[in-house]
């Protein structure tokens, strides 16, 4: 399983980040490039790219400063870039072929680069507004994808890869329906991001709903190799309420996606549970 990174809860009225704060802070992204040397190029262009790196923390002013959400910057994409290159190779691993290979005559690295390219690009429009993030996310992402697969590709599997990656963000959407193996990867990888960290922002910030509460509850999750069906996720839990964020924001996502039948899940409370609440008013 790829090393993810959990990132530190961030507690209200924090001081504001300045300009220097944003650019002073790159986010180094880790993955496994292994052979595919078109992945390692652009994982060290993206860590010099101090346009995205910025752009990753703007996303993080709107989603976690002003709106008080979940991470949505540097930390979750590279979470989602590492769940899905991980499931995208599992499932090659059992013969199931991604899309750029079926319908372009791609290699299975391209598709890498699809995953990986559309994980880490597809919150962009948090930049500007929640609402609609990911049709915005589009028109940021387009020139960004264009320019770091310059001189990687040849023109026409440039164009080929550009549009993929844009399908596999604007799919990612509620409702979104994804057309292709990789877009319905980064659907389901997006709400895999449920670990202990990120997904407890709201709750130690006092916002007490379910969506907050079952969100503590998760305290880890692993990718691995299913016994009835390719892809496993195993869901550890402190509490039994974070079975709603799999019934309800797991099983939506996977829903349309087109990997129900590749993706098996299984949850259990480990030990006694915690207590995470100790009275409910309004």
């Known amino acids: 399983m790829p090393r993810v990174v959990e990132p530190s809860v961030q507690p209200a009225g924090r001081k504001s ?35 995205l790196q910025t752009l990753w923390r703007v996303c993080n002013v709107t989603a976690v400063d002003r709106l008080h959400m979940s991470d949505h910057g540097p930390v979750h994409v590279q979470i989602i870039a ?16 991604p899309s750029v290979v079926k319908d372009y005559g791609l290699h299975h690295d391209d598709a890498e680069i699809v995953v990986v390219l559309a994980s880490l690009l597809h919150d962009l429009g948090m930049s ?3 609402e609609d993030h990911e049709r915005y996310s589009l028109f940021l992402a387009a020139p960004l994808v264009k320019e770091l697969l310059t001189d990687l590709y040849n023109v026409p599997e440039r164009t080929v890869l550009v549009s993929e990656t844009l399908h596999a963000i604007i799919a990612h959407r509620s409702g979104g329906h994804p057309l292709t193996l990789e877009a319905g990867i980064v659907r389901v990888a997006d709400a895999m991001d449920m670990a202990k960290g990120r997904s407890r922002i709201p709750f130690e910030a006092g916002e007490l709903n379910i969506h907050s509460v079952s969100a503590a509850a998760i305290e880890s999750l692993e990718i691995l190799e ?20 799999l019934d309800d ?34």
């Open 17 to 51: 980040l300045t300009i220097k704060d944003l650019l002073q802070q790159p986010t180094e992204l880790h993955l496994p490039a292994r052979r595919n040397t078109r992945l390692q190029e652009l994982v060290n262009r993206i860590n010099a790219h101090h346009e």
């Open 82 to 97: 590492n769940i899905a290159l991980r499931i995208l190779r599992l499932l090659v691993d059992h013969g199931i072929e």
């Open 249 to 282: 924001l797991l099983r939506d996502k996977l829903h349309g996606s087109g990997l129900e039948s590749y993706v098996e899940v299984e949850a259990f409370v480990e030990g006694q549970e915690k207590k995470l609440v100790e009275s409910f008013k309004y």
């Open 128 to 130: 500007i507004h929640r």
């Open 226 to 245: 299913g016994e009835n069906k390719p892809v496993r996720l195993r869901v550890r839990m402190n509490n039994s309420a974070g079975i709603f964020q």
